[in-house]
């Protein structure tokens, strides 16, 4: 994963200000549009004293929403900027949790040292799910939950290959054997698989697929990101969030 370090490290100062607006928010609100939790529901209903890690936490706003809510998050991430802004808006707001400078494919923790695993565009786009989601299920408990919010595979199967272009009405590639994915004009790689490939891979790793929750964003909603339009968002899943948990 070292294209990928390099890569978000030129990238950080681009994230430095939309870590400050995700830190300051009173709610967790979640993906390109912004939706709010209390409209989705992606996290557990009690995180006291859980002990959680972000598995590619960039700036750490997730892993200070969890702290928030008497969560115990330590913040892993690839990228040694990314995570230089996120001590700094830990100093800001007063908010202290472990950062971590590792690969989510390879972390430094103990087998079962964690109720909640979770990943918001970190490990679960850029890391190879066949590498960071057994790396999941080691570090969890009995009965631990593995939650991440991926590019729905609708969404990569219409984007183009620029990747400043959004989303068409067309399928630009094929479904069987999605995988690895570099886009023109990019050095990074991203790792997007099929519904029935991360089903099997969940359930081969001893998880029980708890829940998938396509998002559908609001009809105000806004985004920076032009991954598609708010017409096409409205219509077809962009984004989608993937729910499973080991068994006791």
Known sequence: MIR???????????????GLVD???????WGIWSVPEEQLGV?????????????????GYVSAWLARRGARPVGLDNSAAQLSTARALQERFGLRFPLLHANAEQVPCADASFDLAISEYGASIWCDPYAWIPEAARLLRPGGQLIFLVNAVQLILTVPDQDDLPATRQLLRPYFGMHRFQWEGTDSVEFHIGHGDMIRLLRRCGFEVTDLIEIQPGPDAATRHPLASLEWARQWPCEEVWKARKPH
């Open 4 to 18: 990928n370090r390099v890569a978000w490290d030129r990238m950080a100062a681009d994230y430095a200000g939309p």
């Open 23 to 29: 830190w300051a928010a009173a709610e967790p609100a």
């Open 43 to 59: 996290l557990p209903p009690d995180l006291d004293e859980a002990d959680s890690i972000e598995l590619g936490c960039g700036t």
